[in-house]
């Protein structure tokens, strides 16, 4: 197994700056080309590399600046792929929530095109020396989970097992020998659907899909191990369990025991960053699953607000996993990234450097090093 670059880390993604959003207003009405929001968004990704270096991070990622969503702008790059834009839902509350968009497979799924190797070129070329450029990717499983039998297209396959889970991680496979061969050594999957099947409510959804929820967390740790099988040597593979974080609210809540077996002992993950920020997320016992050479990267820290945790309180709560988990099998981490969609969360920018902060100091009293 790979090890982190720290036993601190970051999920992705970052506010974007004003600058950027007016960009990409002004590319959807065509008022500027492709080249010239491309542009403005290497400007972006070289000031918020600088800001990741500052704070002290090792890992180091473009924050997600090229991208509207973190999953559809990828997905939708895979050939056999087409998804619908999701649309803002107010609800009776007055509180607002992001409709799944509707991902579904028309075609056999196939890698047809490198898909991150330009944006992660530009990355490398502005990361310093001896920190780690990361590229962050949607799971596989999100072709599956969404839309279950009824997103993937009949006549492309008639049976799901195994043509179609080959050919999506043979399609993966593609693009993360693609990676490799540009440098890229460490690479992150954000999956929302096992955390989704922690929700009694997803749960139900997936039933009402056809599916059982109890089987699905073994069936999906087939599916990645599949992508895992194709990784090339050497390229650290870790996933981030989201429960949603649309402008600082969340889809899914529950404890990860129906799935945990299936996460941390059948998948062949190097690390996990789980989202444990409040009390949405149960206990740590689920960690009692985690075999020897694997890291979970406790996400501690929420990013959803601008209140910040005590250190005190933190390392409390490390010292508590650590009693289901080796100290030495874990990390500290934000829950999330501070803009899983290029909306952000309703957080200040000055919040993320503080929230990073206390992140890595916390990170450093509990376990040494730089």
Avoid at 129 to 155: C, E, N, Y
Avoid at 200 to 217: F, S, V
Avoid at 293 to 300: C, D, P, R, W
Wanted: proline share 5%.
């Amino acid at each position: 197994m790979m090890q982190l670059p720290a036993r601190y880390d970051h999920v992705g993604s970052f506010l974007r700056p004003q600058y950027l959003l007016e960009a990409r207003a002004q590319k959807a009405k065509g008022e500027i080309t492709p080249e010239q929001l491309r542009r403005v968004e290497d400007k972006a990704i070289t000031e918020i590399v600088k800001f990741q270096e500052d704070v002290g991070l090792q890992s180091i990622t473009d924050g997600e600046f090229r991208r509207t969503y973190f999953h559809i702008d990828f997905l939708e790059q895979l050939g056999g792929v087409k998804t619908d834009i999701p649309v803002t839902i107010r609800k009776p509350d007055g509180t607002e929530e992001l409709a799944p968009p509707v991902i579904r497979v028309i075609d056999k799924v196939r890698h047809a095109k490198d898909i991150q190797k330009a944006d992660f070129e530009y990355l490398k070329s502005q990361v310093s020396a001896g920190r780690t450029p990361k590229v962050t990717i949607p799971s596989p499983t999100m072709l599956h989970f969404r839309g279950g039998r009824a997103g993937i297209s009949k006549d492309a396959y008639p049976e799901l097992d195994p043509a179609f889970y080959d050919d999506v991680a043979k399609a993966y496979g593609d693009e993360l020998r693609s990676l490799y061969e540009a440098g890229c050594r460490y690479v992150q999957m954000d999956d929302t659907n096992l955390a989704y099947l922690c929700d009694e409510k997803m749960r139900e959804a997936a039933r009402q899909r056809g599916d059982d929820p109890n089987e699905l967390p073994h069936r999906y740790a087939t599916f990645i191990n599949k992508v895992v099988a194709q990784k090339p040597q050497g390229m650290l593979l870790a996933m981030h369990l989201c429960r949603g974080n649309f402008k600082s609210t969340h889809a899914a809540a529950g404890n990860y025991e129906p799935v945990a077996e299936a996460l941390l002992k059948e998948m062949d993950i190097d690390a996990y960053f789980m989202e444990y920020d409040d009390e949405r997320s149960g206990d740590f016992r689920p960690l009692r699953y985690l075999p020897k050479g694997k890291t979970v990267v406790l996400g501690l820290v929420t990013t959803k607000f601008g209140q910040l945790e005590s250190k005190d309180a933190l390392k409390r709560r490390i010292e508590e996993a650590a009693k289901y988990a080796p100290m030495e099998q874990l990390a500290l981490s934000p829950q999330c990234g501070f803009s899983s969609t290029v909306h952000g969360n309703n957080i200040a920018v000055e919040d993320q450097r503080n929230k990073l902060r206390l992140v890595i100091e916390t990170a450093r009293e509990m376990w040494g090093g730089n």
